[in-house]
């Protein structure tokens, strides 16, 4: 069964320290011996189980495991969606070896990303999909035995279906598209208890990004991936963070050998005029997709990692797919730490929960998490950043990103309480008392 050979541990080649073959669920105790070999940086945690009673297990990294650290960036890797796109499973596991392994190391660019980042890895999304695709393995299984869960349900395609209501919503001025509510009639269809385990848990955590990995492709989408015309199953359809999103889907593919390159003859050479980056809706439209319901509903930026044509490749190819994805993978995890943060905090130093970010030009304000930090991904440039709150005044910076940040800007918040006066009028009318209260909150500070 793959191991890390964990004796003697020293500067060797990845190949040494990994097995590169297929690990069956009865085999995911793979990822807990890991988190218990590197205990201080690493736990394991189930986040929820399968329609078949499976453990939909998370492998984190942190060098606080199990809590948020006020200012360090949340982090998700997603892989195995669709259970016979079986490439993105094995390249996290590895992953979560190489990163436990190279901390005890002490490969330096490791310890700092661990040290600066809080990362959550979930292997396998739909382990009962992919044991169905297992037992047939690479040579007899089909493009789509495994691809749904047990309930013959395409989680890709299960989520709540927010695009629709910001496209009927999108020319009100006052319509916010963060953190859209999920309608009520959702839950009166059929919710695969896959993607009500991971909606938990993406509204738990505060993400700041994330990549979900599939297969059948080669080449990296972004939100949103349904067409802001329904008719239109290829239509261009940007976010408000179309720069932003696109410098992420960029940051994996200009990483990987082959996804962004010229040549015509390739795997996903259909988007080589794009260099392996594409809007999800102008690829082929669809809704209830994951990504897009961490855009509307979350801070979450999520991108799509198509990682080969081929959904289940041999095991002769574990090697060589991990030596070129390792780089963007570890790209794409270092590029949270871009644009701001901060914390935003009352005039005692106490931070505000659920305070609101807003970047002038860009219709997504992100929110701030239990202690008032913020993360707000950003390409660099000159940006007017405002903060808000209920019951606290408004304030505004402009900030400037310089090109050649590595870390990203930190930028805080002091608000005010805004007073409520209370207005009481008096008078008689045919003999009978009435009492009109009018309050009002005026827009400015108090104190």
Not at 37 to 55: F, H, L, N, W
Not at 196 to 223: C, E, N, T
Request: charged share 20%; net charge positive.
């Amino acid at each position: 069964s793959p191991k890390i050979i964990w004796s003697n541990l020293k500067p060797t080649t990845i190949k040494e320290k990994l097995c590169f073959t297929y690990t069956l669920f009865s085999q995911m105790y793979l990822l807990k011996r890991t988190a218990a070999k590197c205990a201080q940086i690493s736990r394991v945690y189930s986040i929820g189980r399968s329609t078949e009673g499976r453990d939909l297990l998370v492998i984190e990294f942190s060098n606080n495991p199990g809590q948020h650290e006020l200012l360090e960036p949340e982090i998700k890797l997603v892989a195995n969606m669709h259970g016979n796109e079986v490439l993105g499973r094995q390249l996290v596991i590895y992953m979560a070896q190489y990163l436990c392994s190279e901390y005890i190391l002490g490969n330096q660019r490791i310890q700092t990303i661990i040290n600066t980042t809080r990362i959550h890895i979930l292997a396998s999304m739909n382990p009962d999909g992919y044991e169905l695709a297992a037992s047939e393995g690479h040579l007899l299984n089909g493009w789509t035995n495994g691809r749904t869960n047990a309930q013959n349900i395409d989680l890709n395609r299960n989520f709540p279906d927010l695009t629709s209501i910001f496209y009927r919503n999108r020319r009100s001025r006052h319509y916010r598209i963060d953190h859209v509510a999920i309608p009520d009639a959702y839950w009166f269809g059929k919710v695969a208890p896959e993607t009500y385990a991971v909606m938990k848990w993406i509204r738990s955590l505060p993400f700041v990004q994330s990549a979900s990995l599939h297969g059948g492709d080669l080449v990296v989408s972004y939100p949103f991936d349904f067409s802001r015309h329904p008719q239109e199953e290829r239509m261009f359809s940007p976010t408000p963070d179309e720069q932003i999103l696109k410098q992420l889907a960029r940051t994996y593919a200009d990483a990987h050998a082959t996804m962004s390159n010229n040549d015509t003859e390739r795997c996903g050479a259909s988007f080589y005029r794009t260099r392996g980056i594409i809007n999800g809706a102008l690829w082929y439209s669809f809704a209830g997709g994951m990504s897009d319901f961490n855009y509307l509903h979350t801070n979450c930026l999520e991108i799509t990692v198509e990682l080969g044509c081929d959904k289940f490749p041999s095991e002769a190819e574990l090697y060589p797919e991990w030596k070129r994805n390792k780089e963007p993978l570890l790209s794409f995890i270092e590029s949270v730490h871009r644009g701001i943060k901060g914390v935003v905090q009352d005039v005692g130093g106490n931070g505000i929960k659920g305070a609101t970010i807003s970047v002038r030009g860009i219709r997504k304000d992100v929110t701030t998490a239990e202690d008032g930090d913020y993360w707000r991904l950003l390409n660099p440039g000159t940006h007017i950043l405002t903060a808000t709150a209920k019951g606290y005044s408004r304030v505004s910076k402009r900030v400037y990103l310089p090109h050649n940040m590595d870390k990203a800007g930190r930028v805080d918040f002091v608000l005010e309480k805004v007073g409520i006066f209370v207005f009481i009028i008096l008078f008689k009318q045919f003999h009978s008392n009435i009492l009109f209260y009018i309050s009002f909150c005026p827009c400015m500070a108090l104190f």
